[in-house]
């Protein structure tokens, strides 16, 4: 278990530290038997316990006199498949995170190395907790921008030969991700609300500030799944292109091809009174003839724009 103070910074502090300062909002993380046996001290109403062993979304409910809920963080190394899971449980005196996976501990320590707080405060505290979740993620969704952009370039240039089985890993990606957006979006929104008067006037600005982020985050991922449904537009209709030439390449040589089966099946009855059968040119005259149709269809395609 571990216990801080929110000051400048976040100060680690002994349990008993934690409980007599009145003075100072607090965080603490435990782990789920922890909880069990410390949450009494922390004199919180809850009615809905947090189950950090039963998780399937991220959310925020009002209880009496406190606000629960859960995280489920997807890995953003490994979007559909890995996720960190943790709970928590807030009121007007501080936070406390039930983890069993160690993501909240890791996510504190880096605030502790990065920020310093003119007025410390529990919605500042917030609102630097829940920005490191998305902190990545632009990037993330730049590099996969370049992807899909060098993804298009191999499909105009190669005609629909491009890599469609990373547009379609990509989009999943997304997928995951704007699900994610909207589950900490209404998160946020039960923090803006502030029903139970927790955080006061002033500092809900920070809460206002990360609805705007997360907004911006969301519009982004929209975007960006847009394009990988462009792209895969873009890779169908150039394999419809492609078919299409081969259907006008078939066509024109069966067109071409027509009339010579005619005269080959004109000539080939042998009928006995044929007059070109003993004819001594009728070989060559066939053949001139049949030369003649290819150069004449050739001609005739050539000048409708068909080849």
Same mark, same amino acid.
């Given at each position: 278990?571990?216990?801080?103070?929110?000051?400048?910074?976040?100060?680690?502090?002994?349990?008993?530290?934690?409980?007599?300062?009145?003075?100072?909002?607090?965080?603490?993380?435990?782990?789920?038997?922890?909880?069990?046996?410390?949450?009494?001290?922390?004199?919180?109403?809850?009615?809905?316990?947090?189950?950090?062993?039963?998780?399937?979304?991220?959310?925020?409910?009002?209880?009496?006199?406190?606000?629960?809920? %859960?995280?489920?963080?997807?890995?953003?190394?490994?979007? %559909?498949?890995?996720?960190?899971?943790?709970?928590?449980?807030?009121?007007?005196?501080?936070?406390?995170?039930?983890?069993?996976?160690? &993501?909240?501990?890791?996510?504190? &320590?880096?605030?502790?190395?990065?920020?310093?707080?003119?007025?410390?405060?529990?919605?500042?505290? *917030?609102?630097?907790?829940?920005?490191?979740?998305?902190?990545?993620?632009?990037?993330?969704?730049?590099?996969?921008?370049?992807?899909?952009?060098?993804?298009?370039?191999?499909?105009?240039?190669?005609?629909? &030969?491009?890599?469609?089985?990373?547009?379609?890993?990509?989009?999943?990606?997304?997928?995951?991700? $704007?699900?994610?957006?909207?589950?900490?979006?209404?998160?946020?929104?039960?923090?803006?609300?502030?029903?139970?008067?927790?955080?006061?006037?002033?500092?809900?600005?920070?809460?206002?500030?990360?609805?705007?982020?997360?907004?911006?985050?969301?519009?982004?991922?929209?975007? *960006?799944?847009?394009?990988?449904?462009?792209?895969?537009?873009?890779?169908?209709?150039?394999?419809?292109?492609?078919?299409?030439?081969?259907?006008? *390449?078939?066509?024109?040589?069966? %067109?071409?091809?027509?009339? *010579?089966?005619?005269?080959?099946?004109?000539?080939?009855?042998?009928?006995?009174?044929?007059?070109?059968?003993?004819?001594?040119?009728?070989?060559?005259?066939?053949?001139?003839?049949?030369?003649?149709?290819?150069?004449?269809?050739?001609? $005739?395609?050539?000048?409708?724009?068909?080849?």
């Amino acid at each position: 278990m571990s216990y801080y103070l929110l000051e400048e910074t976040i100060k680690p502090c002994t349990a008993e530290e934690l409980h007599s300062r009145t003075d100072r909002q607090y965080v603490a993380v435990l782990t789920t038997p922890e909880w069990a046996g410390e949450r009494e001290r922390f004199d919180m109403g809850i009615e809905l316990e947090p189950d950090a062993g039963n998780i399937h979304n991220t959310k925020a409910e009002v209880n009496y006199d406190s606000l629960t809920g %859960t995280f489920l963080l997807p890995d953003r190394e490994n979007l %559909t498949e890995r996720d960190f899971r943790f709970a928590f449980a807030l009121d007007e005196k501080g936070i406390v995170f039930i983890d069993d996976s160690g &993501q909240a501990e890791r996510m504190i &320590q880096t605030i502790r190395r990065t920020k310093r707080w003119r007025a410390p405060s529990l919605e500042r505290f *917030l609102y630097d907790f829940l920005e490191q979740i998305v902190d990545h993620d632009l990037a993330i969704m730049e590099r996969y921008e370049v992807e899909l952009n060098r993804i298009e370039d191999e499909i105009l240039a190669t005609q629909g &030969q491009g890599d469609l089985a990373r547009v379609n890993e990509i989009r999943s990606d997304i997928r995951e991700l $704007l699900v994610h957006y909207e589950q900490i979006i209404d998160m946020t929104q039960e923090l803006e609300e502030n029903e139970n008067g927790f955080f006061s006037e002033e500092n809900l600005r920070y809460i206002h500030l990360f609805m705007n982020l997360m907004a911006r985050r969301h519009d982004s991922a929209i975007s *960006l799944r847009d394009y990988t449904m462009q792209v895969r537009d873009l890779h169908n209709a150039q394999l419809e292109v492609r078919q299409n030439r081969i259907m006008t *390449l078939l066509t024109v040589v069966t %067109t071409i091809f027509m009339p *010579l089966t005619l005269i080959a099946g004109w000539y080939g009855m042998n009928f006995r009174y044929m007059p070109e059968l003993e004819w001594r040119a009728g070989y060559p005259a066939v053949i001139a003839v049949s030369v003649a149709v290819v150069i004449f269809c050739l001609i $005739l395609f050539k000048k409708n724009k068909w080849l």
